[in-house]
């Protein structure tokens, strides 16, 4: 079963009655509404931007939290800081291959939407050829009898 949300950010009745009470309640949470109306779609993209920068921030602090010479503060347990280099080496190794696995994923997805674009263009200039072949051609020229 699927379910739509009422208020979603698309020119509905109930987010046109939201925004124009928006408006006459306080003029902010109208144009509030609108804003979402307009660019609400955009809204998911805008999210996974936003914890994409407040982790490469939070990432910034954890690197100046470490010593000198790139060398993390020891907790005073040898075998914990052994253990706990080798986890963090591990972890940035998955992440650089998630990492290359994201970009390669991209890059399929920009020649997917590249094919899909030429193969419609293609049909596009098939189909506009096929009708300028269709059209009788008149020339200027009166064609000869023969008699």
Known sequence: MTQT????????????????????????LGLA?????????RLEGFKADVNRATDNFAC???????????MRASSGNAAFDDWRDAELARLDEERKKLDEMRREFDQHMRDLRMARDREEFDRFMASRQASQNSKPRTSGSVPEIDG
Do not use: E
């Open 60 to 70: 910034s602090f954890r690197k100046s939290t470490q010593g000198r010479h790139g």
């Open 5 to 28: 949300a009422l208020i979603r950010p698309a020119w509905t009745p109930a987010t046109i009655a939201l925004m124009v009470l928006g408006f006459m309640v306080f003029w902010p």
């Open 33 to 41: 509404m609108l804003a979402y109306i307009i660019w609400g779609d």
